[in-house]
Protein backbone atom coordinates (compact mmCIF):
# COMPACT_ATOMS: atom_id res chain seq x y z
CA UNK A 1 0.00 0.00 0.00
CA UNK A 2 1.30 3.54 -0.91
CA UNK A 3 2.12 6.06 2.37
CA UNK A 4 0.27 8.87 2.65
CA UNK A 5 1.52 12.50 4.11
CA UNK A 6 0.82 15.32 4.58
CA UNK A 7 2.76 17.96 3.42
CA UNK A 8 0.54 21.95 3.88
CA UNK A 9 -2.08 22.32 6.25
CA UNK A 10 -3.95 25.90 7.33
CA UNK A 11 -7.20 26.98 8.14
CA UNK A 12 -9.19 29.95 9.45
CA UNK A 13 -10.51 29.79 13.19
CA UNK A 14 -12.05 31.78 15.72
CA UNK A 15 -8.46 32.52 17.31
CA UNK A 16 -7.13 33.37 14.07
CA UNK A 17 -5.14 31.79 11.03
CA UNK A 18 -1.86 31.47 12.48
CA UNK A 19 -0.76 28.51 14.64
CA UNK A 20 1.99 30.87 16.36
CA UNK A 21 -1.80 33.03 17.53
CA UNK A 22 -3.64 30.28 18.26
CA UNK A 23 -1.35 28.91 20.27
CA UNK A 24 -0.35 31.80 21.97
CA UNK A 25 -4.34 32.71 23.05
CA UNK A 26 -4.77 29.43 24.23
CA UNK A 27 -1.68 29.38 26.25
CA UNK A 28 -3.16 32.88 27.76
CA UNK A 29 -6.22 30.57 28.13
CA UNK A 30 -8.33 32.60 26.13
CA UNK A 31 -11.22 31.51 23.56
CA UNK A 32 -13.13 32.43 20.67
CA UNK A 33 -16.36 32.69 22.23
CA UNK A 34 -18.55 36.04 21.97
CA UNK A 35 -22.23 36.99 22.61
CA UNK A 36 -23.62 37.50 19.45
CA UNK A 37 -25.65 40.63 19.76
CA UNK A 38 -27.71 40.15 16.36
CA UNK A 39 -29.26 37.17 17.56
CA UNK A 40 -30.99 39.15 20.08
CA UNK A 41 -33.95 39.27 18.16
CA UNK A 42 -34.17 35.74 18.15
CA UNK A 43 -36.98 35.74 20.90
CA UNK A 44 -37.29 31.63 21.00
CA UNK A 45 -33.72 30.59 20.89
CA UNK A 46 -31.98 30.70 24.75
CA UNK A 47 -28.25 31.02 23.83
CA UNK A 48 -26.58 34.17 22.42
CA UNK A 49 -23.59 32.62 22.37
CA UNK A 50 -21.03 31.68 19.11
CA UNK A 51 -17.13 31.35 17.90
CA UNK A 52 -17.22 33.88 15.30
CA UNK A 53 -14.08 34.20 12.82
CA UNK A 54 -14.05 37.93 13.07
CA UNK A 55 -11.08 38.75 11.69
CA UNK A 56 -12.07 36.96 8.47
CA UNK A 57 -14.36 38.87 5.58
CA UNK A 58 -15.04 36.66 3.05
CA UNK A 59 -16.86 39.47 0.66
CA UNK A 60 -13.37 40.71 0.33
CA UNK A 61 -11.81 37.04 -0.10
CA UNK A 62 -11.72 37.51 -3.69
CA UNK A 63 -12.34 39.46 -6.56
CA UNK A 64 -16.28 39.91 -7.34
CA UNK A 65 -16.28 37.25 -10.04
CA UNK A 66 -14.38 34.17 -8.31
CA UNK A 67 -17.17 35.16 -5.36
CA UNK A 68 -19.90 35.20 -7.86
CA UNK A 69 -20.28 31.43 -6.70
CA UNK A 70 -18.92 31.51 -3.55
CA UNK A 71 -21.13 32.09 0.24
CA UNK A 72 -19.21 32.61 3.33
CA UNK A 73 -18.56 28.80 3.85
CA UNK A 74 -17.43 28.26 0.44
CA UNK A 75 -14.63 31.65 1.00
CA UNK A 76 -13.74 29.81 4.06
CA UNK A 77 -12.96 26.26 2.32
CA UNK A 78 -10.87 28.05 -0.67
CA UNK A 79 -8.86 30.36 1.40
CA UNK A 80 -7.84 27.42 3.65
CA UNK A 81 -7.02 25.46 1.07
CA UNK A 82 -5.10 27.91 -0.85
CA UNK A 83 -3.37 29.13 2.18
CA UNK A 84 -2.36 24.93 2.54
CA UNK A 85 -1.63 24.49 -1.04
CA UNK A 86 1.22 27.71 -0.76
CA UNK A 87 2.51 25.79 2.36
CA UNK A 88 2.89 22.76 0.52
CA UNK A 89 4.35 24.39 -2.22
CA UNK A 90 1.73 23.21 -4.73
CA UNK A 91 -0.49 26.28 -5.32
CA UNK A 92 1.02 26.52 -9.28
CA UNK A 93 1.90 23.21 -9.97
CA UNK A 94 0.66 21.37 -12.91
CA UNK A 95 -0.09 18.66 -10.63
CA UNK A 96 -3.20 20.04 -10.03
CA UNK A 97 -4.65 19.62 -13.54
CA UNK A 98 -3.01 16.41 -14.04
CA UNK A 99 -6.22 14.34 -13.10
CA UNK A 100 -4.07 13.07 -10.25
CA UNK A 101 -5.06 15.62 -8.22
CA UNK A 102 -8.72 15.64 -5.99
CA UNK A 103 -10.49 16.93 -3.42
CA UNK A 104 -12.49 15.78 -0.17
CA UNK A 105 -14.42 18.73 1.72
CA UNK A 106 -17.58 18.71 3.37
CA UNK A 107 -19.80 21.38 5.70
CA UNK A 108 -23.06 20.58 7.51
CA UNK A 109 -24.64 22.33 4.86
CA UNK A 110 -23.74 25.10 2.72
CA UNK A 111 -24.42 28.87 3.15
CA UNK A 112 -27.72 29.57 4.78
CA UNK A 113 -28.44 32.73 3.38
CA UNK A 114 -29.67 31.86 -0.04
CA UNK A 115 -32.08 29.97 1.97
CA UNK A 116 -33.77 32.70 2.81
CA UNK A 117 -34.93 33.13 -0.85
CA UNK A 118 -36.10 29.91 -1.66
CA UNK A 119 -38.57 30.22 1.63
CA UNK A 120 -39.81 33.39 0.28
CA UNK A 121 -40.33 32.08 -2.69
CA UNK A 122 -42.06 29.13 -1.58
CA UNK A 123 -44.34 31.46 0.71
CA UNK A 124 -45.40 33.64 -2.04
CA UNK A 125 -44.62 32.45 -5.24
CA UNK A 126 -41.97 35.44 -5.85
CA UNK A 127 -38.41 35.14 -6.80
CA UNK A 128 -36.95 38.28 -5.54
CA UNK A 129 -33.71 37.76 -3.82
CA UNK A 130 -33.10 34.39 -6.04
CA UNK A 131 -30.01 34.32 -8.57
CA UNK A 132 -28.69 31.81 -10.74
CA UNK A 133 -26.05 31.16 -8.14
CA UNK A 134 -28.43 30.87 -4.73
CA UNK A 135 -28.16 26.97 -5.11
CA UNK A 136 -25.03 26.68 -5.74
CA UNK A 137 -23.68 28.54 -2.50
CA UNK A 138 -26.67 26.52 -0.83
CA UNK A 139 -25.73 22.89 -1.47
CA UNK A 140 -24.21 21.04 0.72
CA UNK A 141 -21.22 20.24 -1.73
CA UNK A 142 -20.52 24.07 -2.42
CA UNK A 143 -17.21 23.89 -0.51
CA UNK A 144 -15.46 21.03 -2.29
CA UNK A 145 -16.91 22.08 -5.78
CA UNK A 146 -15.97 25.75 -5.01
CA UNK A 147 -12.02 24.70 -4.23
CA UNK A 148 -12.15 22.26 -7.41
CA UNK A 149 -13.16 25.28 -9.65
CA UNK A 150 -10.96 27.67 -8.43
CA UNK A 151 -7.64 25.51 -8.73
CA UNK A 152 -8.89 24.06 -11.68
CA UNK A 153 -8.87 20.18 -10.01
CA UNK A 154 -9.63 17.34 -12.74
CA UNK A 155 -9.54 14.11 -9.86
CA UNK A 156 -11.76 13.28 -7.81
CA UNK A 157 -14.09 14.79 -5.69
CA UNK A 158 -15.66 13.23 -2.43
CA UNK A 159 -17.99 15.45 -0.79
CA UNK A 160 -18.49 14.55 3.09
CA UNK A 161 -21.86 16.21 4.11
CA UNK A 162 -22.07 14.63 7.27
CA UNK A 163 -22.48 16.94 10.37
CA UNK A 164 -19.64 16.99 12.65
CA UNK A 165 -17.97 13.93 10.84
CA UNK A 166 -17.24 16.13 7.68
CA UNK A 167 -13.55 17.64 8.10
CA UNK A 168 -12.38 13.82 9.58
CA UNK A 169 -14.28 11.74 6.87
CA UNK A 170 -12.66 13.88 4.43
CA UNK A 171 -9.17 13.43 5.14
CA UNK A 172 -9.95 10.04 5.78
CA UNK A 173 -11.25 9.29 2.52
CA UNK A 174 -8.65 11.53 0.82
CA UNK A 175 -6.12 9.03 2.67
CA UNK A 176 -7.76 6.08 1.36
CA UNK A 177 -8.41 7.63 -2.23
CA UNK A 178 -4.07 7.68 -2.23
CA UNK A 179 -3.03 4.70 -0.39
CA UNK A 180 -4.79 2.87 -2.78
CA UNK A 181 -3.87 4.72 -6.13
CA UNK A 182 -6.66 6.91 -7.07
CA UNK A 183 -4.74 10.01 -6.59
CA UNK A 184 -1.04 11.65 -5.62
CA UNK A 185 -2.62 14.68 -4.01
CA UNK A 186 -5.78 15.22 -2.42
CA UNK A 187 -7.13 18.51 -1.10
CA UNK A 188 -8.92 17.72 2.14
CA UNK A 189 -10.86 19.41 4.76
CA UNK A 190 -14.12 20.86 6.13
CA UNK A 191 -15.75 24.39 6.62
CA UNK A 192 -18.49 25.94 8.35
CA UNK A 193 -19.84 29.50 8.74
CA UNK A 194 -21.80 30.62 12.06
CA UNK A 195 -25.59 30.97 11.81
CA UNK A 196 -28.45 30.89 14.10
CA UNK A 197 -29.79 27.87 12.32
CA UNK A 198 -26.88 25.87 13.40
CA UNK A 199 -27.35 26.64 16.98
CA UNK A 200 -31.01 26.58 17.27
CA UNK A 201 -30.80 23.16 16.31
CA UNK A 202 -28.96 21.97 19.65
CA UNK A 203 -31.11 24.58 21.53
CA UNK A 204 -34.23 22.85 20.63
CA UNK A 205 -32.73 19.70 22.07
CA UNK A 206 -31.35 21.63 25.42
CA UNK A 207 -27.87 21.32 24.16
CA UNK A 208 -26.42 24.99 24.26
CA UNK A 209 -24.71 26.76 26.81
CA UNK A 210 -27.00 29.21 28.34
CA UNK A 211 -24.04 31.65 29.94
CA UNK A 212 -24.66 34.38 28.10
CA UNK A 213 -23.50 36.67 30.70
CA UNK A 214 -20.20 35.24 30.56
CA UNK A 215 -18.81 33.56 27.35
CA UNK A 216 -15.03 33.13 28.31
CA UNK A 217 -16.70 29.81 30.80
CA UNK A 218 -18.28 28.12 27.63
CA UNK A 219 -18.40 25.90 26.90
CA UNK A 220 -16.92 23.22 29.11
CA UNK A 221 -16.00 19.63 27.45
CA UNK A 222 -16.18 16.94 29.94
CA UNK A 223 -17.01 18.87 33.13
CA UNK A 224 -19.04 18.02 35.27
CA UNK A 225 -21.20 21.15 35.48
CA UNK A 226 -20.82 21.94 31.61
CA UNK A 227 -24.55 23.11 30.25
CA UNK A 228 -24.04 22.71 26.79
CA UNK A 229 -22.50 23.00 23.10
CA UNK A 230 -21.57 26.66 21.77
CA UNK A 231 -21.85 26.85 18.10
CA UNK A 232 -18.47 28.21 15.93
CA UNK A 233 -17.00 28.35 12.98
CA UNK A 234 -14.14 28.11 10.58
CA UNK A 235 -12.09 26.09 7.98
CA UNK A 236 -9.36 24.12 7.15
CA UNK A 237 -7.10 22.08 4.88
CA UNK A 238 -4.44 19.24 5.29
CA UNK A 239 -2.64 18.89 1.51
CA UNK A 240 -2.46 14.85 1.30
CA UNK A 241 0.39 13.53 -0.84
CA UNK A 242 1.68 10.16 -1.64
CA UNK A 243 4.92 10.21 -0.38
CA UNK A 244 7.10 8.91 -2.92
CA UNK A 245 5.63 12.04 -4.73
CA UNK A 246 6.49 14.19 -1.55
CA UNK A 247 10.32 13.60 -1.18
CA UNK A 248 10.69 13.28 -5.17
CA UNK A 249 9.77 17.07 -5.13
CA UNK A 250 11.51 17.79 -2.16
CA UNK A 251 8.83 18.72 0.35
CA UNK A 252 8.45 19.52 3.39
CA UNK A 253 6.30 16.54 5.38
CA UNK A 254 4.84 17.45 8.77
CA UNK A 255 3.24 14.64 9.71
CA UNK A 256 2.08 10.52 8.28
CA UNK A 257 -1.58 9.33 8.27
CA UNK A 258 -1.06 5.91 10.09
CA UNK A 259 -4.85 5.51 10.18
CA UNK A 260 -8.21 5.50 9.37
CA UNK A 261 -11.77 4.40 11.07
CA UNK A 262 -15.09 5.16 10.38
CA UNK A 263 -18.47 3.40 11.09
CA UNK A 264 -22.12 4.12 12.12
CA UNK A 265 -24.20 3.68 15.45
CA UNK A 266 -26.91 2.18 13.48
CA UNK A 267 -29.36 2.74 16.83
CA UNK A 268 -30.41 6.22 17.36
CA UNK A 269 -29.70 9.78 15.12
CA UNK A 270 -28.96 11.99 18.56
CA UNK A 271 -27.96 9.58 21.31
CA UNK A 272 -24.04 7.96 20.86
CA UNK A 273 -23.31 4.53 21.54
CA UNK A 274 -20.26 3.72 23.51
CA UNK A 275 -19.95 0.57 22.04
CA UNK A 276 -19.59 1.17 17.89
CA UNK A 277 -17.65 4.11 18.77
CA UNK A 278 -14.74 2.58 19.97
CA UNK A 279 -15.09 0.53 16.93
CA UNK A 280 -14.18 3.21 14.90
CA UNK A 281 -11.09 3.50 17.21
CA UNK A 282 -10.32 -0.04 16.98
CA UNK A 283 -10.64 0.35 13.07
CA UNK A 284 -8.18 3.04 12.77
CA UNK A 285 -5.98 1.21 15.40
CA UNK A 286 -6.30 -2.20 13.10
CA UNK A 287 -5.63 0.24 9.68
CA UNK A 288 -1.92 1.71 10.87
CA UNK A 289 -0.97 -1.88 12.73
CA UNK A 290 -1.00 -0.44 15.93
CA UNK A 291 -1.02 -1.55 19.35
CA UNK A 292 -3.35 1.10 21.40
CA UNK A 293 -0.62 1.29 23.64
CA UNK A 294 1.15 3.38 20.98
CA UNK A 295 -0.92 5.77 20.72
CA UNK A 296 0.73 8.90 22.80
CA UNK A 297 -2.33 11.33 22.68
CA UNK A 298 -6.00 11.97 21.73
CA UNK A 299 -7.60 14.85 20.46
CA UNK A 300 -11.15 14.12 21.71
CA UNK A 301 -14.99 15.18 20.16
CA UNK A 302 -15.36 16.99 23.50
CA UNK A 303 -18.97 18.90 22.98
CA UNK A 304 -19.30 19.55 26.27
CA UNK A 305 -23.24 17.66 26.07
CA UNK A 306 -24.10 15.31 28.81
CA UNK A 307 -24.46 12.35 26.94
CA UNK A 308 -21.89 12.75 24.16
CA UNK A 309 -18.88 13.33 26.35
CA UNK A 310 -19.71 10.02 28.45
CA UNK A 311 -19.97 7.58 25.65
CA UNK A 312 -16.82 9.19 23.43
CA UNK A 313 -14.52 9.06 26.85
CA UNK A 314 -16.00 5.37 28.27
CA UNK A 315 -15.46 4.19 24.39
CA UNK A 316 -11.75 5.84 24.70
CA UNK A 317 -10.70 4.75 27.74
CA UNK A 318 -11.78 1.49 26.84
CA UNK A 319 -9.95 0.95 23.76
CA UNK A 320 -6.34 2.81 24.93
CA UNK A 321 -6.71 2.79 28.39
CA UNK A 322 -7.20 5.07 31.58
CA UNK A 323 -3.46 6.90 31.13
CA UNK A 324 -3.36 8.01 27.95
CA UNK A 325 -3.90 11.62 27.45
CA UNK A 326 -6.48 13.60 26.24
CA UNK A 327 -8.28 17.28 25.13
CA UNK A 328 -10.81 19.10 23.44
CA UNK A 329 -10.28 21.92 21.75
CA UNK A 330 -14.18 23.16 21.54
CA UNK A 331 -13.70 24.82 24.50
CA UNK A 332 -11.41 27.13 22.36
CA UNK A 333 -13.13 27.55 19.39
CA UNK A 334 -16.81 26.16 20.12
CA UNK A 335 -18.58 23.47 18.01
CA UNK A 336 -17.70 24.17 14.08
CA UNK A 337 -19.36 20.90 12.96
CA UNK A 338 -18.40 20.32 9.88
CA UNK A 339 -14.61 22.04 10.13
CA UNK A 340 -14.32 20.74 13.38
CA UNK A 341 -12.83 17.95 12.60
CA UNK A 342 -10.40 19.41 10.52
CA UNK A 343 -9.44 22.09 12.22
CA UNK A 344 -8.65 19.49 14.89
CA UNK A 345 -6.76 17.34 12.67
CA UNK A 346 -4.46 20.46 11.82
CA UNK A 347 -3.84 21.73 15.33
CA UNK A 348 -3.17 17.75 16.69
CA UNK A 349 -0.41 17.79 13.99
CA UNK A 350 0.85 21.45 14.93
CA UNK A 351 1.18 20.28 18.85
CA UNK A 352 2.97 16.99 17.52
CA UNK A 353 5.62 18.79 15.85
CA UNK A 354 5.72 20.43 18.80
CA UNK A 355 5.61 17.99 21.55
CA UNK A 356 3.26 20.01 23.52
CA UNK A 357 -0.43 19.91 23.92
CA UNK A 358 -3.37 22.73 24.75
CA UNK A 359 -4.91 21.89 28.11
CA UNK A 360 -8.51 21.66 28.48
CA UNK A 361 -9.41 25.08 28.93
CA UNK A 362 -12.87 25.51 31.01
CA UNK A 363 -12.12 22.13 32.78
CA UNK A 364 -12.49 22.09 36.48
CA UNK A 365 -14.24 19.19 37.86
CA UNK A 366 -14.14 16.20 35.55
CA UNK A 367 -17.29 14.86 35.62
CA UNK A 368 -17.42 11.21 37.31
CA UNK A 369 -19.81 9.57 34.75
CA UNK A 370 -17.21 10.49 32.13
CA UNK A 371 -14.57 7.45 31.46
CA UNK A 372 -10.95 7.26 33.06
CA UNK A 373 -8.72 9.12 30.84
CA UNK A 374 -5.52 11.69 31.69
CA UNK A 375 -7.57 14.98 31.24
CA UNK A 376 -4.64 17.73 30.81
CA UNK A 377 -5.53 20.66 32.27
CA UNK A 378 -3.57 23.87 33.77
CA UNK A 379 -1.25 24.62 30.95
CA UNK A 380 0.22 23.33 27.68
CA UNK A 381 1.75 20.23 28.89
CA UNK A 382 5.14 18.31 26.52
CA UNK A 383 4.42 15.05 25.67
CA UNK A 384 6.46 13.37 23.25
CA UNK A 385 3.98 11.30 20.99
CA UNK A 386 4.92 9.59 18.24
CA UNK A 387 1.72 8.72 17.66
CA UNK A 388 -2.01 10.65 18.03
CA UNK A 389 -5.53 10.10 17.64
CA UNK A 390 -8.38 12.43 16.66
CA UNK A 391 -11.95 11.31 16.99
CA UNK A 392 -15.12 12.90 16.22
CA UNK A 393 -18.64 11.73 16.20
CA UNK A 394 -21.73 13.22 14.88
CA UNK A 395 -25.34 13.52 14.37
CA UNK A 396 -26.79 10.13 13.02
CA UNK A 397 -24.05 7.75 14.33
CA UNK A 398 -21.60 8.67 12.55
CA UNK A 399 -17.82 8.05 14.04
CA UNK A 400 -14.37 8.54 12.65
CA UNK A 401 -10.68 8.01 14.09
CA UNK A 402 -7.62 9.22 12.45
CA UNK A 403 -4.34 8.62 13.66
CA UNK A 404 -1.43 10.72 12.64
CA UNK A 405 2.62 9.52 13.16
CA UNK A 406 4.87 12.49 13.75
CA UNK A 407 7.99 11.87 10.67
CA UNK A 408 11.32 10.64 12.34
Given at each position: MRRVVVTGMAGVTPLGSDWSGIRAAMADGRTGVRYIDAWDSLGDMR????????????????????????????????????????????KDDPVLASGRTGVAFGSSYGSTEPTKGFVHFMDTGEATGLSAMSYIKMMSHTAAINIGIFFGLQGRVITTSSACTSGSQAVGYSYEAIKYGHADVMIAGGAEELCPTMAIVFDTLFATSCRNDAPQTAPCPYDRDRDGLVIGEGAASLILEEREHALARGATIYAEIAGFGTNMDGSHVTD????????????????????????????????????????????????????????????YFGHSLGACGAIEAWLTIEMMREKSFAPNVNLRNVDEKCGELDYIVGGFRDIDAEFAMSNNFAFGGVNTSLIFKRPA
Open positions: TRLGAPARHFEHEKAYPRKQMRSMGRVAALAVRSAEDALAQAGLPRTETMGGALQLALGDAGLPAEAIGFVSGHGTATLQGDIAETLATSRVLGPTVPIHSLKG
